[in-house]
């Protein structure tokens, strides 16, 4: 196994978050460089939009590093950006690769553990408001472990890995079909 892979089995077993530096918040100085001089954090933003939802991130870049902490919502009807209410942003964790192809739905990871929660898009303002997700994926049932790296594979199925320690277990969730009549 390399370095990187034990590494991300290392913080996905670990019961404790990961160590990062805290975010800045936009406007608080940095704290002085080897001149001597404070350099300023400077706010940033990177946008997804996905048919007619963006999603915004928000953070600050802090010596050549963006550190996002916020993430926010324009959802069609609704005049201001609507937060994401859970979880921390830990990279590697999280993605700006959130959307489905097509648009239709949305992968959410509500912590550096998981699970993460799927979202139909004209659902999207509802749950962000606080009504449950459409689908929640985690472990098997009664068994702890993090769920990590979820990723869309096409517009109805995810890939996702769960469990704690070495090998995580390769999982698939696949959208449920309408049945017809």
């Known amino acids: 196994m390399n370095r990187a892979a034990a ?10 978050a990961p160590e990062r530096a805290p975010a800045v918040p936009a406007g608080d100085a940095a704290p002085p460089d080897a001149t001597g001089t404070t350099a300023a954090a400077a706010p940033i933003e990177h946008r997804v939009t996905c048919g007619d939802v963006t999603a915004i991130w928000q953070g600050v870049r802090v010596d050549g590093r963006d550190e996002y902490d916020r993430l926010a919502f324009v959802v069609p009807g609704q005049a201001t950006p609507l937060p994401f ?16 192809p097509g648009c239709g739905h949305v ?3 509500r912590s550096y553990t998981g699970p ?18 459409d689908h929640v994926l985690a472990g098997r049932p009664g068994e702890a472990g993090a ?6 594979v096409d517009a109805t199925h995810v890939r996702y890995q769960w469990g704690c320690c070495d090998p995580p277990v390769a999982m698939e969730f696949a959208l449920p079909t309408a049945a017809g009549p």
């Open 7 to 16: 590494a991300l089995v290392l913080a996905a077993c670990s019961s404790r």
């Open 85 to 100: 209410p859970h979880g921390e942003m830990y990279p590697p964790y999280w993605s700006f690769d959130i959307f489905a």
């Open 107 to 109: 992968l959410l990871l």
């Open 116 to 133: 993460y929660d799927v979202v139909a898009t004209p659902r999207l303002a509802a749950f962000l408001r606080g009504a449950a997700p």
């Open 147 to 152: 769920v990590t790296g979820g990723a869309w």
